[in-house]
């Protein structure tokens, strides 16, 4: 049988300390003690959903980021083009290291979009599956709260991680600013 590659994410989650508790509190969990389980149930959902949404919001941002990186990239190709045409190397040598980093800019804003590897709540199989096993609605109910848990654990996670490259690109798209500025100003004021 072949072996299916792991996503990135996937690998980051099931890394995470956080994570192989809640997984391994999941299995070893007695599931015959559990009483009333409703409130659970619909706690685990909330905290999915919520951090499905922040999620969803660090992608929205993303998509923002690349948006203004996009525009950015089209002045910028002619600010260099002009560039090159009528100043010394330094300068060029300025305008090359804020396209680099303008670059860099976009890829971690691109790494931000990855869609692979979302963990998601149990699938309406998994669910008659379970049904057919265990006659226990009670502990089906436990089994799939602490399902949502891990899922939400997951995606908080990921978000974590996407939060990350977000602050990279932010700060990437910044530096090449203050590059371009500076490149601008000595050539304004006479400098080299």
């Not at 690349?66 to 040598?93: A, D, E, H």
Request: overall charge positive; proline content about 3%; charged content about 25%.
């Amino acid at each position: 049988m072949k072996k299916t590659k792991k996503s990135k994410y996937r690998k980051i989650i099931e890394n995470n300390s956080g994570y192989k508790n809640a997984e391994k509190f999941r299995k070893e969990f007695d599931y015959s003690k559990a009483k009333e389980p409703d409130w659970l149930l619909k706690h685990g959902q909330e905290k999915f959903y919520l951090m499905k949404e922040y999620v969803e919001y660090l992608d929205n941002k993303a998509d923002s980021m690349l948006r203004y990186l996009g525009f950015g990239t089209g002045i910028f190709g002619f600010l260099v083009w002009f560039s090159c045409q009528n100043f010394n190397i330094w300068i060029q040598l300025l305008m090359g290291l804020g396209a680099f980093l303008w670059m860099v800019s976009i890829l971690f804003a691109l790494a931000i979009k990855n869609p692979f590897g979302m963990p998601y709540p149990p699938t309406v199989s998994y669910l008659l599956n379970q049904m057919k096993k265990d006659d226990n609605i009670d502990e089906i109910k436990i089994k799939i709260a602490l399902q949502y848990d891990e899922t939400a654990l997951a995606q908080k996670i990921i978000g974590l991680n996407k939060a990350m490259k977000l602050k990279k690109s932010y700060v990437s798209m910044v530096s090449a600013l203050i590059v371009f500025i500076f490149s601008f100003l000595i050539v304004i004021f006479g400098g080299i």
